[in-house]
């Protein structure tokens, strides 16, 4: 039986309301919501139930319904149970470009939502301006930041957005290294990245002092944070945390991505300045809390490999990560060096 017919959503909402019953715990699957990695069950829970009691039944769900895990979760005022298809399909980025109407300026691609329409991020939004993506290795944090600058660079003339581009592990954003909106080459060394942030915060300075306009808007990501700081001087941090306090009046927008939202991994100083989180599968609900700022968002229980949470202001989002195979990245880059100041023909 297909995962995705009738009869078998009927069955598994079926399911999870009979093992919910058997707790004496009354509910009622209201909706359905079928996505590209897994299936929403959205429930209404009967008077005086509480939230927290099914979610302690995530591990007897899971096992009801013959899959890993699945997540319990909150969504939009109602309670969701999100079960994992077997065979995912991958959501490739230029798909979701075929498919998009034009975008406002800093406006990247994030993925797919799970009401099926793309997912993008206004970087210029008071809610956003700076951004922390954060997961576990293999969760596809890279992945997902070099489907946000591709985007942008997409839909953006490079008098509208360029680039400042940290990767110390010299092999996450690689094939973006041709990219005609960079200030700069990408910085792979400590050395590097300290001259390069410092230039930022110059041109930063620059603004402010001459009160400039914000343009060319200037994207500052670093690929894993917390290795850069752990091997760089105190000074990169202060640069990094200068940009996230003052970057959003100059125009200049962070993105960084780590593997550990600790303490010790990313700076409080830094991290309470990247309001918006894309967060992937941790290790702990205790991570999940550093991660994404608010408690009860389940990330733990996220299945990985782009699966990931955006949150945005009070908004939670489940969304699967657009994903650009190696063809693909290079079909883009040649596009734009062969029209760099040219936005997307729609």
Known sequence: MATSSRDWLDYQADLIEALLASHKLEALVVGVQVSPR?????????????????????????????????????????????VPLPDPEPVYMLSLVENLPELTHATSILGLGVDGNPLILDLTAPEVTHVLVAGATGTGKTELLRTMLLSLALYNRITHVQMALIDPKRRGLGPLFNLPHLVAPVATSPSNALVLLQN????????????????????????????????????VEQLLVRLAQRGREAGIH????????????????????LPARLVGKVASSQEALMATGIPGTNAEQLTGAGDFLSIVGSKVQ?????????????????????????????
């Open 254 to 273: 962070l993105i960084c991505s780590t593997q550990r939202p600790s303490a010790d991994a990313i700076p409080g100083a830094l991290k309470a300045n």
């Open 200 to 235: 930022v915060v110059d041109e930063m300075v620059r603004r402010d002092r001459e009160d400039a306009p914000p343009l060319p808007r200037i994207v500052v990501a670093v690929d894993e944070v917390g290795d850069l700081l752990s091997i760089a001087d105190k000074e």
């Open 38 to 82: 897994w299936i929403r069950y959205n429930l209404q829970l009967g008077l005086g139930i509480k939230i927290s009691s099914v979610q302690n039944l995530s591990e007897e769900l899971a096992m009801s319904l013959g899959v890993d895990a699945v997540r319990v979760a909150r969504n939009n005022g109602v309670l969701a149970v999100e």
């Open 318 to 346: 489940r969304f699967q990560a657009a994903y650009n195979d190696p063809l693909d990245i290079e079909r883009i880059v040649e596009f734009l060096l062969s029209s760099p100041a040219t936005d997307i023909e729609r």
